[in-house]
């Protein structure tokens, strides 16, 4: 059933087993997980069903660090930020849940073996199974292309799978709707997350509506889901028992916070004969049922002989160049057509097929792991939201660190391009000292409510409860300790579904 | 280009380059036109205005590797050709872009490369258009 707080009667207190904040990706899918069991659940929604324009300001706040889009990078209205999601899915890595003895605060609490064990369900969600993102010889055999290994050891294959891109809200909420057990709670704001006197437990939520009306919700748990910058604003907002907020007792909450810094424009590729690329390192193709190309990460050998943070690199076809055709942007253009004419001996075909042909140009997109950081933080600003609530504050700072393993990772990838023998690689990093003003993110919020089995570490435990909280829980990449570069929503419905399990196995 | 052209070309280009007057072989050194220079190096190069100006920014950039002997040692030495310019007389063209390109793959999966304005190139290729650049400067 869905219900709207702007038409309950003022002060309505709803019940339920299990309240759940936030019906984006991780929402949703838990919500899911719950459908025809014994719980009941509420699922909390701030927004209504499509976008709101004072409902969206409420995501407006303040930078004090690199300049970033608080509003424009999430929304909020039934579904979440799915409501936008570009659909790249990819798993993170083996090597991106270690402890990494070059990587201070790196390390989950478990391995990746045990989050492997979701990620197929996972995949059905997002609509891009069977999940098979480091599987070679399976895009090999369906794409029909020749997919060699890598020659220098020094860099794989990894394949982004694309989700239609799932939007959560349409796709699941009549489902959701027709559900006994399911109250879907629009129009929701929760303002204070209610514990009790000895701060060990929730009790219940406060509820406004833009309209006034005030409600709360009680429940046996809660689970806290409404993305990696608002989770820690609402654990922090709720400071009327612990003055410094839930799951805050060592000054963690918020601190940590992980963009994937996307890059693009860093450098370019030319390719005199660009059929002796296979295809699907330069473009997605459609393969069982959903799109999917080639990214080229390094290998875990590169990594840990460097140590340096991980990396995702995708080309995309941008330009060709003919013959008499002079070129759209001249002063590339010339770079490019006198690498293409000095290297074809090098890099192409023998005999080409079009001599009218000289080659064609990629771009160069990458998606960054950040290193952790406790100074990379989400605080409350001082200025007051309509709804009396302070607003997000974001410090988000990026190190020496990010950039001199993004210097290197590029380098290595021009060599590998090189070892491929069918193209050559420009580097166009302006400064390889400094991260320029503002810096392009993925809208990917991760890592201000971390997870680690010592609270003195972490905000949440292994099973995503809050620490000192016997039931209340997060889910979403705020609990991510490390950021990985692999696109995050994938990873989020696989914890979540995680999390799922284990709610079930406490009886909630 | 016959076996014994090829020979006079790869010892005339050194010649010619370094301006050092070297024992005759048969014809005389100096007597080979610049044209034949080019032509050892279209062999590898087709577009030697193109790879010239690749090599320009190189010497510009390791103006220790203006010295043409340790320019052609250093391409054709990677290259294993036993024998020197007789070897190289004798080894048909495809054979021997075979033979350049296994050696710049092999510079990359060694990490033995120079960053040319931002291109990130083999050494034994950037070598190569470093003497495309000084050819082409001569023949001009």
């Known amino acids: ?508 | 280009m016959n076996n014994i052209a090829r020979r006079h070309v790869l010892v005339s280009l050194a010649a010619m380059l370094a301006g050092v007057m070297l024992p005759s072989l048969g014809p005389a050194a100096g007597e080979v036109p610049g044209s034949q220079a080019v032509g050892l190096l279209n062999i590898l190069v087709p577009d030697t205005a193109a790879a010239g100006r690749l090599g320009r920014a190189y010497l510009t950039a390791h103006p220790a590797e203006l010295d043409v002997q340790r320019l052609v040692d250093g391409v054709l030495g990677p290259m294993r050709l036993s024998g020197g310019a007789d070897a190289i007389d004798s080894t048909p063209e495809a054979e021997l872009i075979a033979r350049i390109r296994r050696v710049v793959i092999d510079d990359y999966l060694a990490g033995r490369i120079v960053n040319i304005d931002g291109w990130v190139l083999s050494i034994t290729e950037a070598r190569l258009y470093a003497l495309a650049a000084l050819a082409d400067d001569k023949v001009r």
């Open chain 1, 1 to 508: 059933m869905f219900i709207d707080a702007r038409k309950l009667p003022r002060d309505s207190r709803l019940t339920a087993d299990l309240a759940i904040i936030g019906a984006g990706p991780a929402g949703i899918t838990l919500a899911r997980s719950m459908i025809g069991g014994p719980t009941r659940v509420c699922l909390l929604e701030a927004g209504g069903t499509a976008l709101d324009g004072p409902t969206q300001a409420l995501y407006e706040g303040k930078n004090v660090g690199i300049e970033y889009p608080l509003a424009g990078s999430r929304l909020r209205y039934f579904g979440g930020s799915s409501n936008h999601w570009g659909g790249f899915c990819r798993t993170l890595h083996p090597i991106d849940l270690e402890q990494r003895d070059w990587l201070p605060d790196s390390g989950w609490p478990f391995g990746f073996d045990e989050l492997q064990r979701y990620y197929e369900a996972a995949s059905v969600i997002v609509e891009v199974s069977p999940a098979r993102f480091s599987d070679r010889v399976y895009w090999q055999e369906k794409t029909g292309e020749h997919l060699r290994e890598m020659p220098s050891g020094r860099m794989d294959l990894a394949f982004i799978q694309f989700s239609p891109p799932t939007r959560f809200g349409q796709r699941y909420g009549d489902e959701l709707k027709a559900a006994a057990n399911i109250d879907v709670l629009l129009n929701a704001n929760v303002t204070n997350i209610g514990v009790t006197q000895d701060g060990q437990s929730v009790q219940r939520l406060d509820i406004a509506a833009l309209n006034g009306l005030r409600h709360r919700v009680d429940a046996k748990a809660f689970v806290l889901a409404t993305g990696g910058l608002e989770n820690p604003r609402l654990l922090l907002l709720s400071n009327d028992v612990l003055p410094a907020g839930l799951g805050n007792r060592h000054d963690l909450v918020g601190r940590y916070f992980m963009e994937h810094p996307h890059l693009s424009g860093l450098g370019e590729v030319v390719v005199p004969d660009i059929d002796r690329l296979p295809k699907v390192y330069w473009r997605s193709l459609p393969v069982d049922g959903r799109d999917a190309g080639a990214s080229f990460v390094p290998s875990d050998a590169f990594l840990r002989q460097n140590r340096l943070l991980n990396i995702q690199f995708t080309l995309s076809y941008r330009s060709g160049y003919r013959k008499g055709e002079a070129p759209g942007n001249p002063d590339i253009g010339a770079k490019h057509l006198d690498m293409l004419a000095a290297s074809s001996k090098l890099t192409g075909r023998g005999n080409p097929v079009n001599e009218d042909w000289l080659g064609a140009w990629l771009g160069l997109g990458c998606a960054c792991e950040q290193a952790p950081n406790p100074d990379s933080r989400v605080m409350l600003a001082d200025e007051q939201d309509v709804l009396g609530l302070r607003k997000i504050c974001l410090d988000w700072r990026l190190t020496e660190t990010d950039r001199h393993s993004m210097v290197r990772h590029l380098e290595n990838l021009a060599m590998e391009i090189g070892a491929l023998g069918t193209g050559r690689m420009r580097i166009d990093v302006d400064d390889p000292e400094y991260w320029p003003p503002m810096v392009p993110g993925g809208s990917h919020h991760m890592g201000t409510t971390r997870m680690h089995d010592d609270p003195s570490r972490g905000v949440v435990d292994r099973n995503c409860k809050v620490h000192g909280i016997d039931n209340l829980y997060v889910t979403g990449g705020s609990v991510f300790p490390t950021s990985g570069a692999a696109n995050p929503t994938l990873t989020i419905v696989a914890l979540t579904l995680r999390l799922a399990d284990h709610l079930k196995s406490r009886g909630i």
